[in-house]
């Protein structure tokens, strides 16, 4: 069950207990021990009275019947305290007899506790006792004689002392409390009002609100949450904003052949056509054929990726033969948009990974290059290695990728609009996170008048007759 206030009252309550969890503490630690502390210095002082009293007593002549009294009083005035002399009986059990007290209305104290155990222990004795309500400390010193001397004196100043510090404290942790409690509520207002603001931008968030910024001042973890949430909430509104285009893009993709696929067959079934018509016709349907089975392939491949279904193949691949079958392949199509392929490859440029898949980021590659360059570029595709790596190459001499897009050119559904924008804008995510699964990479370098694309595949070992996997 939430506390009614939530976040305000459960930090407001917060403080509110180390504040007085830590004065509760001090309190524990300072009252007794500075009770003890007083408490044991005045028996210092008593023992050492004690002590040169039992020392005096032992050296006295008590012949004259009130000699015993005179030095008690006298002493008592010295000791500031009670004196009072015992006869001891016993041994068991032991019993006590006073037969001198500096008291003027004495009272019976002869079953005092610290006197019988110095009796019984024949040492000097000392402790605390309560007598009618008031505290006292004593000291029991055995004589000579086997009578037992006693000093006892209030202990109500020691303790008075204690009762101010103790009032003192309790005035401080209700000071300290109320403090902290202004204190705690102003800091868990404050910090309740930065929460219910970024509940509200999680809020706005997740109902697809994008356009207001998350923005929190501070320097602690809220600062640091509400960092994150800005940023999550800018990449979720260019993935709403690339989400919007993928529909727009993919309707016009799946439209456009759906239109010409419809058009064809309903000119093939009404009119009477001539055979290289029907032909052309024919053709032209097999092409947007393809385009769709390109664009559903691409789905796929994304689905699979984001549901972690994608297999992947580790086997021996020649990047030299690769990049052979990428230029026959493509070849009647760059012949077609005014392209020109050449290809170069190194002989050792073997690598671990899936031949299917390195086919597929190739022709992504060199379709990126054919699509986004003007009639007479020349792209060149290149199989090497170098520092141990695998690499296949593509680059062209076209005018290149600005600069705002290079950084998003791997975003899933984005395009590079131009005049010879095209396609999904899946080709490209699509080769990236297929070589990420196979151990490499896809990058990008652009220089004036060149632009590179390089997949990086872990390198095979070739040796003599065979191929070894490196490790």
Request: with cysteine; proline share 4%; net charge negative.
């Amino acid at each position: 069950m939430s506390l009614p206030g939530g976040i305000r009252t459960t930090l407001a309550l917060a403080l509110l207990l180390i504040v007085g969890g830590a004065l509760g503490g001090a309190y524990l630690m300072v009252v007794p021990s500075l009770e003890r502390r007083l408490v044991d210095e005045r028996l210092d002082e008593l023992q050492r009275d004690a002590t040169s009293t039992a020392y005096s007593y032992a050296r006295q002549d008590f012949s004259e019947p009130l000699s015993i009294d005179r030095f008690v009083d006298a002493w008592s005035i010295v000791a500031n305290g009670r004196v009072v002399v015992f006869q001891v009986f016993g041994p068991s059990p032991l019993s006590l007899r006073s037969i001198a007290d500096s008291a003027a209305s004495p009272g019976s104290i002869s079953e005092d506790a610290v006197a019988i155990e110095a009796a019984r222990t024949t040492r000097v004795e000392r402790g605390r006792v309560t007598r009618q309500g008031r505290p006292f400390g004593e000291v029991a010193v055995p004589l000579l004689s086997g009578n037992v001397l006693l000093v006892s004196t209030p202990l109500e100043d020691q303790l008075a002392t204690v009762r101010v510090v103790k009032r003192r404290l309790l005035y401080a942790t209700g000071v300290g409390l109320a403090i902290a409690a202004i204190l705690g509520s102003l800091a868990a207002t404050l910090h309740a009002r930065r929460i219910r603001r970024l509940e509200r931008a999680a809020d706005r968030i997740a109902k697809g609100k994008f356009d207001e910024p998350v923005v929190d001042g501070g320097d602690d973890e809220l600062g640091e949450l509400a960092a994150t949430f800005e940023r999550m909430r800018v990449q979720l509104s260019q993935l709403d904003t690339a989400r919007k285009e993928f529909v727009a893009n993919a309707s016009h993709e799946l439209r456009t052949p759906l239109f010409s696929l419809a058009g064809f067959l309903e000119l093939m079934a009404d009119e009477d056509l001539d055979e290289e018509t029907r032909a052309g016709f024919l053709a032209t349907t097999r092409e947007q054929v393809e385009r769709l089975t390109k664009l559903a392939s691409d789905l796929l491949d994304l689905s699979r990726m984001d549901a972690g279904r994608l297999h992947i193949e580790r086997e021996d691949v020649v990047l030299a033969d690769t990049a052979r079958v990428l230029v026959d392949e493509l070849t009647p199509l760059a012949e077609s948009t005014g392209h020109r392929l050449v290809v170069e490859a190194d002989a050792d440029a073997w690598a671990v990974a899936d031949e299917e898949r390195v086919l597929q980021i190739g022709r992504a590659l060199v379709g990126n290059a054919l699509t986004h360059t003007q009639p007479g570029t020349e792209i060149e595709i290149r199989a090497t290695r170098a520092d141990g790596r695998a690499q296949l190459v593509v680059s062209d001499d076209g005018p290149g990728i600005p600069a705002e897009h290079a950084e998003r050119i791997f975003d899933r559904f984005y395009r590079v609009e131009g005049p010879q924008a095209s396609g999904s804008g899946l080709g490209l995510a699509i080769a990236r996170e297929l070589a990420e699964r196979m151990g490499g990479t896809v990058e990008l370098v652009c220089t004036p008048g060149r632009t590179t694309f390089t997949l990086t595949l872990p390198a095979a070992t070739i040796t003599t007759g065979e191929l070894a996997v490196s490790t």
